[in-house]
C-alpha cells in the first residue's frame, strides 16, 4: 500500500509502494567530524537508509557538504529559523531538508528555499510534533491533540502546494501512541505524499521500543507510513536496528535474521540466555534476509514449536539436537556445542 505520490532522495524511492525505509539520526553533532562518520558507517552497515544531521549554524556548512560528499547514505538536513541555512544545506549537497515554512523568515524566504528545491530536484520533509502545538492550534481544534497535529502539518503544507512545490514527505508526532496513530490515519486520508512516521521521545531502551512497536505496528500494518525512524534515549544504531526488527515482526521487511527463542519454562535443559549470546556472535554477516533461527530450552516442545525456523537447536538431557524446519540434523554433548554450531552456521 503506502502513499500515492512518491518522491526520491538519493535515488531512492520514498512512498507509492515502495518498502518502508528506515531512517536514523546523527547523534554526533557535525562539530566533530570523525565522530560523525564512525556514526554514519555504523548506521549504513545497519541497514539505515536516510541520514538525518542538524545542521544548526552557518560556520558548520564545510562539515555538512563534507558530509554529504562522503555519506553513502542520503542525507537530511534539519533546519530550524533560518531560511539561509535551508539553502545552505541545498547548496552543500543534501538530498532533502526538514523545515518548519512557518519559521523559514517569512514568505519570500521559503519561496527562495521552494525554488532552490525544485531546481536541485530535493525534497522537503514538513511536519508537527506533539511539543510544539501552540495554545492557538490546540484551541482551534477543540484541544483534540491528534485533530491539532494535522491542522498543524496543513498549515505548513498550504503554501508548499500553492507554489506548486509536491516533492514534499510529511509526518504527525506525539509522544502519545494514540494520539499518533489518529493523526496519521487523517493524514493519509487526505493527502497523498509520503508519510514519515515515528513515535517522538518515545524514551530509553524496553520502553521505547515497545511504545515505538505498539504506535508504528498499528500504523504500518494498516500500510500507513512509507518512512519510519524509531526514536530511542541511546544508540543511533539500536533505533535501526529497533526499525528492521518492527518491520520483520510485521512481515513488511525481512533485513537482517530472525532469532526465536523461548522463554524458557522450568522443562529447559539448557542455558537458553547464555546460548542465544553465542548464536548472536556467531551468526555469519552474509546470511540471508529472513533467515530463522530459533533457540529454545528443551526437545520436548522446542523443534515442534519452531518448526518453521531455518535452523534450530534445543537442549536435551544430555546436551543439545539440532534442526532444520523441525527436522533433526545433529546432536550432541554440551561440549561439542561450539563446534557444531560454527558447522551449521558458518558452514
Ligand atoms: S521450549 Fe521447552 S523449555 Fe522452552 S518454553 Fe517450551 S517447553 Fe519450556
Same mark, same amino acid.
Given at each position: 500500500m503506502g502513499s500515492v505520490k512518491s518522491v526520491r532522495i538519493g535515488g531512492l524511492e520514498f512512498g507509492g509502494g515502495a518498502p518502508v525505509r528506515v531512517e536514523g539520526m546523527l547523534?554526533?553533532?557535525?562539530?566533530?567530524m570523525d565522530a560523525c562518520l564512525a556514526e554514519l558507517e555504523a548506521l549504513g552497515e545497519a541497514g539505515c537508509e536516510l541520514v538525518r544531521a542538524a545542521f544548526p549554524r552557518e560556520d558548520l556548512r564545510p562539515n555538512l557538504r563534507a558530509l554529504a560528499e562522503k555519506s553513502s547514505l542520503p542525507v537530511?538536513?534539519? /533546519?530550524?529559523? %533560518?531560511?539561509?541555512h535551508a539553502l545552505a544545506a541545498l547548496d552543500s549537497g543534501c538530498g532533502s531538508?526538514?523545515?518548519?515554512?512557518?519559521?523559514?523568515?517569512?514568505?519570500?524566504?521559503?519561496?527562495?528555499?521552494?525554488?532552490?528545491?525544485?531546481?536541485?530536484?530535493?525534497?522537503?520533509? /514538513?511536519?508537527? %510534533?506533539?511539543g510544539s502545538l501552540s495554545a492557538k492550534q490546540l484551541e482551534s481544534c477543540g484541544n483534540d491533540k491528534a485533530l491539532a497535529l494535522v491542522a498543524a502539518v496543513e498549515e505548513q503544507l498550504i503554501p508548499l502546494v500553492d507554489a506548486g512545490f509536491d516533492d514534499v514527505i510529511i509526518s504527525a508526532k506525539s509522544s502519545s501512541v494514540p494520539e499518533t496513530v489518529r493523526a496519521n490515519f487523517l493524514l493519509a486520508q487526505r493527502h497523498p505524499f509520503p508519510l514519515h512516521v515515528g513515535i517522538t521521545e518515545a524514551g530509553p531502551g524496553i520502553d521505547g521500543a515497545v511504545k515505538s512497536a505498539a504506535g508504528l505496528g498499528i500504523l504500518l500494518n494498516q500500510g500507513i507510513g512509507d518512512t519510519m525512524r524509531v526514536s530511542l534515549t541511546g544508540e543511533s544504531v539500536a533505533e535501526v536496528d529497533t526499525a528492521y526488527a518492527i518491520q520483520r515482526a510485521l512481515g513488511i521487511r525481512q533485513r537482517g535474521v530472525e532469532l526465536i527463542s523461548c522463554p524458557c519454562c522450568g522443562r529447559r535443559r539448557i542455558d537458553v540466555p547464555e546460548l542465544v549470546r553465542r548464536v548472536k556472535s556467531l551468526l555469519p554477516k552474509d546470511l540471508r534476509d529472513g533467515t530463522t533461527v530459533a533457540v529454545m530450552g528443551c526437545e520436548v516442545n522446542g523443534p515442534k514449536e519452531a518448526a518453521a525456523a531455518d535452523l534450530g537447536i534445543a537442549g536435551t538431557a544430555n546436551g543439545f539436537v539440532l534442526f532444520k524446519k523441525g527436522k533433526t540434523v545433529a546432536t550432541g554433548e554440551a561440549k561439542d556445542l561450539e563446534r557444531i554450531l560454527e558447522e551449521f552456521l558458518i558452514g
Open positions: 547523534k554526533t553533532p557535525l562539530e566533530d537530511m538536513a534539519d /533546519i530550524h529559523f %533560518n531560511y539561509k531538508i526538514r523545515i518548519n515554512p512557518g519559521n523559514m523568515g517569512g514568505r519570500d524566504g521559503l519561496m527562495e528555499v521552494l525554488s532552490a528545491a525544485k531546481s536541485l530536484g530535493a525534497v522537503i520533509r /514538513i511536519g508537527s %510534533n506533539g
